[in-house]
């Protein structure tokens, strides 16, 4: 089912999230198959694993790349979904305060929230957000100044994208997030897709180096994000890293049946040195914190 019309149909294009659970589940089929004499079903088992595995097996290795900058700059971001019914902020504040990154994005941002984070201010003087009550808030707070920073429509009201270009030293870096709709309610998946072909577009003019963060509420397996990496010539971050899964926190305390949703992808000119997830924060999703030299 994963395979087949996850590009047409919405039950496919779900279906192809659960890669692992697909695996262990196919693992565990064909050693009781095997345990029973059961040959024929053993090798159907065996070709689900194979498949899974093909799958899975991409994202624990990376194609090496020379990095041409002999004095590489390094960079430090902080991403994180913070739940629009969450209440209480302090914990990502003290994530902040104890990653020092040099960026930090956050998205599902309410007024509460941002009023929260102001206290931040001091030390990230430069931002650019927009508040919702539900959950298309989004804001990037930074260190370094910008170059350019501007709100992008992705074609509906709440759910609006983040540009900014700022300087690492004498570089200008292209920042990109968005945050398109969860596919679970009717028509939601339409709308999705929607806006990750037009945030697709967008990618696609910007000025390299570049990079894109957000809970894209689709995992690496999909056809959608598939087709994003292709079509705009990204890297996803977790490449050599693992799936690092992070949503959804509360249904799935155990990270093995949690899905990679939020994600990082950068131009080629990028070099990550580590991509890990943080600790819980009171929302549904994990903190991603991203460290790249450019």
Not at 64 to 69: E, G, I, Q
Not at 156 to 182: C, D, M, W
């Amino acid at each position: 089912m994963p395979l087949a019309g996850g590009a047409r149909f919405k039950p496919c294009e779900l279906a192809s999230h659960f890669r692992l659970q697909y695996l262990t589940g196919s693992v565990i089929c064909f050693a009781v198959l095997i345990l029973f004499g059961s040959w024929l079903w053993a090798c159907v088992a065996f070709v689900c694993v194979v498949v899974n595995v093909i799958e899975i097996v991409p994202c624990y290795f990376n194609n090496p790349k020379t990095d041409n900058n002999k004095n590489p700059s390094p960079l430090r971001i902080v991403f994180a979904n913070v739940l629009y019914l969450n209440k209480n902020h302090a914990p990502f504040i003290a994530l902040i305060e104890k990653e020092k990154p040099d960026i930090f994005i956050v998205q599902e941002l309410t007024e509460s929230c941002l009023n929260e984070i102001e206290s931040l201010k001091e030390d990230y003087p430069y931002s650019i957000s927009r508040h919702e009550k539900q959950g298309g808030g989004i804001a990037v707070f930074s260190k370094l100044p910008f170059g350019h920073s501007e709100i992008i429509s992705l074609g509906f009201e709440n759910r609006q994208s983040i540009l900014v270009k700022f300087f690492l030293g004498e570089r200008s870096v292209t920042l990109y997030t968005f945050h398109p709709q969860a596919p679970l309610r009717p028509f939601y998946f339409n709308y999705r897709n929607q806006q990750l072909a037009k945030a697709t577009k967008i990618i696609k003019q910007l000025d390299a180096p570049k990079i894109v963060v957000g809970d894209l509420n689709t995992t690496v397996w999909s056809p959608f994000f598939k087709r994003l990496l292709k079509e705009t010539d990204l890297v996803n971050a977790r490449q050599s890293f693992g799936l690092l899964p992070t949503f959804p926190v509360w249904k799935f305390p155990i990270k093995f049946l949690m899905l990679p949703i939020d994600h990082c992808l950068m131009s080629d000119d990028i070099c990550v040195k580590q991509i890990r997830t943080g600790d819980f924060l009171g929302s549904d999703h994990l903190p991603v914190i991203i460290d790249l030299e450019l």
